[in-house]
């Protein structure tokens, strides 16, 4: 692509996700990076926006929203119909913009790798550690909500999708699973109910370790 397609469908996008996307008004370079987010297949605005702002709020990170593409046909596993994440991965590390110093991808579609001795172990997310790529999906996070209005059900699929992206977000930044309860950084042990009970936010360890890593510029204690 020619870098002034890109441009353009840049422009288009931010004016698409104008809040959770846009730059701060007074100009202020105070991103610790830019994220570049890729729709796999069509994700609805309101996910993408609510990615965006999550990466924002918790690391301070700038999320510039990247061209979508169809789901890579090599990680499609037919037994399941689900598509292996960590093929996703390998094909994503290819795939980081020259403008962006990591990538995230999300789709609506289910994602499995392999966990212990099961082969397809249908996930939420899955990261590079300290690495460019993660790929999330929106599916499991709106399963299993439990009692309540319509409206109520959606906040708390918002809630982990918010929670989500912090998490592999985190991982991608060299985190890894905490100890700590209700840390965002949390190991889901493989219920979506463990996003129920996160404080949404990162402990003081993981902070520490941010910092130390050098990517503190932007970070909310
Ligand atoms: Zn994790
Ligand atoms: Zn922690």
Redesign the pocket.
């Known amino acids: 692509m020619t870098p002034t397609r890109r441009l353009v469908l840049l422009g288009a996008a931010l004016l698409l996700c104008a809040e959770a996307f846009a730059e701060s008004p007074d100009g202020e370079e105070t991103y610790g990076g830019t994220l570049a987010l890729k729709p796999l297949g069509k994700v609805d605005t309101e996910a993408l926006e609510t990615v965006a702002a999550s990466i924002k709020s918790t690391y301070g990170w700038k999320v510039v929203l990247d061209e979508e593409e169809a789901l890579p046909q090599a990680a499609f596993y037919k037994p399941r119909k689900r598509w292996r994440a960590e093929i996703i991965l390998t094909w994503l590390t290819e795939r980081v913009p020259s403008w962006a110093d990591k990538i995230m991808a999300i789709t609506k579609k289910d994602i499995s790798t392999t966990k212990g001795a099961v082969f397809d172990w249908g996930i939420c997310g899955l990261a590079d550690i300290d690495g460019p790529t993660s790929v999330i999906s929106t599916l499991r996070v709106g399963r299993k909500l439990g009692k309540g209005t319509a409206k109520q059900k959606h906040q708390k699929y918002l809630q982990r999708l918010t929670d989500l992206a912090a ?1 592999e977000f985190g ?1 991608q930044l060299g985190l890894d ?1 905490c100890p700590q309860k209700g840390c965002v950084m949390e ?2 042990k493989g219920t979506v109910l463990t996003f129920d009970h996160s404080t949404g936010k990162l402990c003081d360890d993981c902070v520490d370790f941010l910092i130390k890593k050098g990517w503190g510029d932007g970070l909310k204690k």
């Open positions: 998490h991982h699973h190991d889901a």
